[in-house]
């Protein structure tokens, strides 16, 4: 799979990664040899091969609904860019 | 002091031949004199590690000491440790004092070993050269043209270099097993599951696993004794007593079914390291072991699976770097989607960017199928292949790296060329099964580590396998040049 510049673009919007334009002809190169490489899987026959997430092949532990966290809001917003009343601050989203 | 293994100094500062601030001292200067040809460590915590050797001593002269009690030891950069930098090799990190402990954290502290400083690593433990961290590159102590290997490149070199008895790691693809083989140390994948990974900064959730590197099997087995354990705060930790690691080191190896996967031998595998795995085996024979050739067809599936498995993990993981809670963020966003894309931009590495996008790929709209199932139906077989072997064998030798350390630079430019480094090592992880490097010779004077592979929850083996094999051999006791 070669990927060309929009398809490296619309990547980096999802992943919401913003790339130098002059990069992106080489970030299209080394993900097209990565995908090419991964292609390989295509060689083996996996119908009816059952899809293993977990390596144990485990299923999610479940705990009861209760509260067990303690609010520690204070010493975590200790370390954030821009908090105000305990909220985070960011850009204006809606004008 | 420092050539003393772990289990020598934890009998040593039982029996008051030197105190815990001595020992520690004694890091702290080693690491002050050698680390600047090394660049193993981002942080050292110089006082605080004096304050807990302190600490150490009053428990060692009341009598209430464990094995760790007064050890000095590196945490990887990936395990958070609260009020200290956490960077994970990252500029994304680099401003991030971690605000609580990872429980692999807690737990050593709370034994009593004592933390001198976080251990480069590759970026977000993408790599297998150490050559991604925005700290710099790791040298290798064997020589320092030539890379420790990765992503826990750090804690291997500070080991092997004498400047700390033992280390934390995290490995995902190999990130323990490949850097112990290419600085000539013991290093342990425990199963999937075993160690908590609360606090240890997710790379890829289905894959990572923290475990130890020492210069010894029975150094190894007292840390994970530590390390592992039930954790109700990491929801893929298992729920299974921990063994005394320890207890049978010594059984002899009688009996002992090793398994040899054709496929490990075959085409990429320099010749000087099989003629060293091929002698190591041999070693295990005189020790009482019985050898059978194994065939795991799907091993070739290994490594593509993997470089769609972990960038897919991974780019969900790191989604939650994104400059608004803690972390890089970057000057004067314009708006919210400029916030996010360049404080992730400036703050990522390319290696780092690369994984994300191919992750974000495979994950999306279309792709899904095409890749990601079919990653983890190939994911099945793999394990599968292991299961099937271990009908047969107890465990699975071969090498755990296709070549030694190769040189700073070799490989940075070619992605692909990169991740063949853990050709042997991937498959491990696929499957959650727990797997050993340890040193098993030389090739020019560099390092080739055995790799162990056991069934399900069965380190004691492992660990058991390499100890006899320690005690045959002396490998493990070969000091860098430079740092005796």
Same mark, same amino acid.
């Given at each position: 799979m070669t990927l060309e510049t929009a398809d490296v673009e619309k990547i980096a919007h999802l992943a919401r990664l913003a790339i130098d334009p002059g990069d992106i002809p080489e970030y299209a190169r080394n993900l097209s040899a990565i995908l090419a490489f991964v292609e390989?899987?295509?060689? +083996?026959d996996t119908t009816g091969v059952e899809p293993l997430a977990h390596p144990l092949d485990a299923t999610q532990r479940l705990r009861p609904d209760m509260v067990t966290e303690v609010d520690e809001r204070e010493i975590f917003q200790q370390i954030a860019p821009r908090t105000e009343d305990g909220l985070y601050l960011v850009p204006r989203v809606i004008e | 002091m420092h050539q003393k293994t772990l289990a020598e100094l934890s009998t040593g500062l039982k029996h008051g031949e030197f105190s815990s601030e001595e020992l520690t001292r004694d890091c702290l200067q080693r690491v002050a004199a050698r680390d600047a040809q090394l660049n193993?460590?981002?942080? +050292?915590?110089g006082e605080a590690a004096l304050q807990a050797a302190r600490a150490a001593d009053t428990r060692l002269l009341a009598g209430d000491?464990?094995?760790?009690?007064g050890i000095p030891f590196a945490h990887k950069d990936i395990f958070c440790t609260r009020g +200290?930098?956490?960077?994970?090799?990252s500029r994304m990190l680099d401003n991030f004092l971690a605000p609580y402990d990872a429980t692999v954290t807690y737990k050593l502290a709370a034994a009593g070993a004592v933390m001198i400083g976080k251990t480069n690593m590759d970026e977000f433990a993408?790599?297998?050269?150490?050559?991604?961290s925005f700290y710099g590159p790791v040298k290798n102590?064997?020589?320092?043209?030539?890379v420790p290997g990765g992503s826990s490149g750090g804690s291997a070199a500070a080991v092997a270099a004498r400047l700390v008895p033992a280390s934390t790691g995290t490995d995902t693809g190999g990130s323990i097993r490949q850097p112990a083989a290419l600085c000539g140390i013991t290093g342990l994948k425990p199963?999937?599951?075993?160690?908590?990974?609360?606090?240890?900064?997710?790379?890829a959730s289905s894959l990572d696993q923290g475990g130890p590197l020492a210069r010894t099997a029975e150094d190894a087995a007292l840390m994970l004794g530590v390390m592992a354990g039930f954790d109700p705060?990491?929801?893929?930790?298992?729920?299974r007593p921990v063994d005394d690691?320890?207890?049978?080191?010594?059984?002899?190896?009688?009996?002992l079914r090793i398994g040899l996967p054709e496929e490990y031998f075959?085409?990429?595998?320099d010749s000087g390291v099989g003629a060293a795995i091929e002698a190591a085996v041999g070693e295990f024979t005189s020790l009482g072991a019985r050898i059978t050739r194994v065939s795991?067809?799907?091993?070739?599936?290994a490594v593509p699976a993997y470089y769609v498995v972990a960038p897919a993990e991974c780019s969900s993981n790191l989604?939650?770097?994104?400059? +608004?809670?803690f972390g890089y963020r970057a000057q004067d966003p314009g708006d919210l989607e400029d916030l996010y894309k360049r404080s992730r931009g400036e703050g990522f590495g390319e290696e780092v960017k690369r994984r994300i996008m191919i992750g974000t790929y495979a994950l999306s709209a279309g792709y899904y199928d095409a890749y990601y199932l079919k990653a983890q139906q190939a994911r099945r077989l793999i394990r599968e292949d292991f299961l099937r072997a271990f009908t047969e064998v107890d465990v699975i030798m071969g090498p755990?790296?296709?070549?030694v350390a190769f040189r700073?630079?070799?490989?940075?430019?070619d992605p692909v060329t990169m991740y063949l480094s853990d050709i042997y090592t991937i498959a491990v992880n696929l499957a959650g099964l727990p797997g050993l490097s340890i040193p098993a010779g030389f090739v020019d004077g560099l390092p080739v580590g055995l790799q162990i592979i056991g069934n399900y929850f069965d380190e004691a083996r492992l660990l058991n396998a390499a100890h006899r094999f320690q005690q045959a051999t002396d490998w493990h006791t070969r000091i860098p040049n430079g740092f005796a």
């Open positions: 390989q899987l295509n060689t +083996v | 193993s460590f981002i942080t +050292v915590t000491a464990g094995p760790l009690t +200290v930098k956490t960077s994970c090799g993408m790599g297998s050269s150490n050559e991604t102590p064997w020589n320092p043209e030539k199963t999937y599951g075993r160690v908590s990974r609360y606090g240890m900064i997710a790379f705060r990491d929801s893929t930790s298992v729920d690691y320890t207890a049978r080191l010594n059984a002899p190896l009688d009996g075959g085409a990429g595998l795991m067809p799907n091993s070739h599936l989604s939650r770097m994104d400059g +608004v809670r755990t790296a296709p070549t700073l630079g070799e490989k940075a430019d």
